[in-house]
């Protein structure tokens, strides 16, 4: 006699098999973890100098999502753990035939100043461009702005999928942020630099007999030291290096190595010739903040062409002195977003909002919490980690 026939169906279902729960399992995961990298945390990893002292090449960092509130995906599918590129294949991770409008989930806290940000880089992306995007210089230049605009179309990647970067916030949304002799100055404030972040300085020593270890043990790079004369030497350093190096009696004189207020980079934002502004003299500039209504003339247009046409969306144009937003006479304009203001620790080596403006709200990935791991590319085999900085919060 068949039993089976008085078996409950459930209980006729085959057992899944070895591979389908292996299969099970991994789904699974892959799930679980792109919920947790997305909507929560995500590891991070230090490729440059630019926040040096205070973040190190080789530093693994845990990025929170949730502090700011997590950003829901604007580029939606894509693979899993692939942020932009194909690990193996190096084409795109991504498919862009679907674009979500910017949002966000609500967060713990609103961006401080201070706090390491990290973020999409606002412009010059490492993609290929098939025509860079006009600057505000270069088409106030022109006489038909319809025109000009036409000819250029921006192929990037999108916001969600452009590098990763990690800078210091400086400045915030309504905040006014100069820069002078090297020393930043936020709301007519001065915020010398922490001992986390270093500068130039120029060290005049009383002899040219010196050992070097000094140097090595206050935590100098000497071989990254320049030298201008016998007795006279650039070097990066934080500011309490510095008071350590002076109470050396070899050392005669240390001062903070600037550019002065006259020189002029050229290449810095907003990129306009009326504006000799340089790495450490440069500003007032008032960051745009959500709501803030600006005035549009030749003043206000060179720092806030790039947010208006770029970041919010708009058409802008000028014709015969006037300009023109959606195709409607312009005299002032409403933001939409928060924008920020970000610079990186290690001064004279790092490309930031001096160089690019402002990074938009819905350019921020997250707020850098605490290093996990740290690995030095040029210690020796046994001290490929750096033990001391395992664990160790940021600030």
């Not at 039993?3 to 169906?9: A, E, F, G, L, V």
């Amino acid at each position: 006699m068949n039993w089976k026939i008085w078996k409950k169906k459930s209980d006729l279902k085959k057992k899944k098999t070895k591979t389908r729960e292996w299969i099970d399992a991994v789904v699974f995961a892959v799930i679980a973890a792109t919920i947790i990298r997305v909507f929560f945390i995500e590891a991070y990893t230090i490729p440059s100098g630019s926040m040096e002292k205070s973040l190190l090449i080789g530093d693994f960092l845990f990025v929170s999502k949730v502090n700011y509130g997590a950003r829901i995906p604007m580029t939606p599918v894509a693979f899993p753990f692939a942020h932009h590129t194909m690990p193996i294949t190096g084409t795109k991770s991504y498919w862009d035939g679907i674009q979500w409008k910017y949002r966000r989930l609500p967060g713990l806290s609103e961006i401080k100043r201070n706090d390491i940000v990290v973020f999409n880089l606002p412009v010059g992306d490492t993609v290929a461009l098939e025509n860079q995007e006009p600057s505000y210089y270069n088409l106030v230049r022109q006489s038909d702005w319809k025109t000009v605009n036409s000819q250029y179309t921006v192929s990037s990647r999108p916001v969600d999928k452009r590098e990763n970067i990690i800078k210091r916030c400086i400045g915030i949304p309504g905040d006014v942020i100069r820069m002078s002799g090297g020393v930043v100055s936020v709301n007519g404030k001065a915020e010398p630099l922490k001992n986390t972040g270093q500068m130039p300085y120029k060290i005049q020593l009383s002899t040219t007999n010196i050992n070097f270890d000094v140097f090595n043990n206050l935590g100098f790079k000497v071989g990254e030291m320049q030298q201008l004369d016998a007795n006279t030497y650039v070097a990066n350093a934080t500011p309490e290096m510095v008071h350590k190096l002076k109470t050396f009696d070899f050392v005669k004189s240390v001062d903070l190595f600037v550019k002065p207020s006259s020189a002029d980079d050229g290449d810095l934002f907003p990129l306009d010739p009326n504006r000799k502004w340089n790495v450490d003299n440069f500003g007032p500039v008032k960051i745009p903040a959500k709501g803030w209504t600006v005035k549009i003339d030749s003043t206000t247009m060179p720092l806030y062409y790039r947010a208006i046409r770029t970041y919010e969306g708009n058409n802008v144009e000028q014709k015969d002195g006037i300009w023109y937003i959606n195709n409607r006479v312009a005299a002032n304009y409403t933001f939409k977003m928060n924008y920020y203001w970000m610079m990186g620790d290690n001064r004279h080596n790092s490309t930031d909002s001096r160089y690019w403006g402002f990074v938009p709200e819905d350019h921020v990935v997250g707020k850098a919490l605490f290093i996990w791991m740290s690995f030095d590319s040029e210690g020796s085999f046994f001290n490929k980690i750096r033990w001391n900085r395992l664990l160790r919060g940021i600030h």
